[in-house]
């Protein structure tokens, strides 16, 4: 089946730094991309959706200064924290593929990020 | 818009139990319906889904059928085990979406 792999799966950083995580679809060519964060015992909250070869579409109340999105191929997408601080920490997990109604999302494995 | 209502959690159930998590929907169109589970520091994986009124999906002992009537879709499993302890999530796509909504997750644990 399909396969999205995410990259890294834990990071710990200092407060201030940027942080990069990467989406890639393994087996399959994604145009769109979506990027989730999931605090401890919550829901998944949509914070973008992420269009190989243009600007990424952020739901409300994101920053996109802040969630830099890029989507600069058909497999790989990216989520840049900058500056990130604490209250940044989280899950963080993307998904691909399935685009039309009847076939389901394909999930990486997320990302933890800590900020210290 | 379109929304996913589960049952609040978390769930506690003995080895063997009879589980069963409802989902109910809405939606403007003619949505297919998903069950996805998180095992602890993993992203979600589709535990199965139906994508027209009255279909079974079916995996792994779990059951959920596509009630259009009672917009619901509930998921059952016979006889849990240890290991079916996990985060459930129900979902639903619209017609020509691409984009999930999802409900709030429930979180399973089954006790030896």
């Known amino acids: 089946g399909a396969v999205v792999s995410q990259h890294p799966s834990w990071v710990i950083c200092k407060s201030g730094t940027s942080v990069k995580i990467e989406c890639r679809s393994l087996?399959?060519?994604?145009?769109?991309m979506f990027w989730y964060r999931q605090f401890p015992k919550q829901s998944l909250m949509l914070m973008a959706t992420s269009n190989e070869g243009s600007k990424a579409t952020y739901e409300q109340g994101v920053e996109k200064d802040k969630f830099l999105i890029n989507h600069a191929s058909l497999t790989l997408s990216t989520l840049t924290v900058t500056s990130a601080h604490p209250e940044d920490s989280s899950f963080y997990i993307c998904?691909?593929?399935?685009?039309?109604?009847?076939?389901?999302?394909?999930f990486g494995d997320g990302t933890r990020l800590s900020i210290l | 818009g379109d929304s996913v209502t589960q049952m609040e959690g978390p769930v506690t159930l003995s080895e063997e139990a009879f589980l069963t998590i409802n989902c109910t929907y809405t939606?403007?169109?003619?949505?297919?319906l998903f069950w996805y589970v998180q095992y602890p520091g993993e992203g979600l994986q589709l535990l199965l889904k139906?994508?027209?009124?009255?279909d079974k999906g079916s995996n792994k002992g779990f059951e959920a059928t596509y009630r259009k009537e009672t917009t619901s879709f509930h998921l059952e499993k016979g006889s849990v085990q240890v290991s079916d302890s996990a985060v459930y999530f129900c979902?639903?796509?619209?017609?020509?979406?691409?984009?999930?909504?999802f409900g709030d997750g429930t979180t399973l644990t089954v006790k030896p």
């Open positions: 979902a639903l796509k619209d017609t020509n979406a691409g984009k999930s909504t």
């Open positions: 998904s691909a593929g399935g685009l039309m109604s009847n076939q389901p999302q394909h």
């Open positions: 139906a994508t027209k009124a009255d």
């Open positions: 939606a403007t169109g003619y949505p297919s």
């Open positions: 087996d399959f060519q994604a145009t769109t």
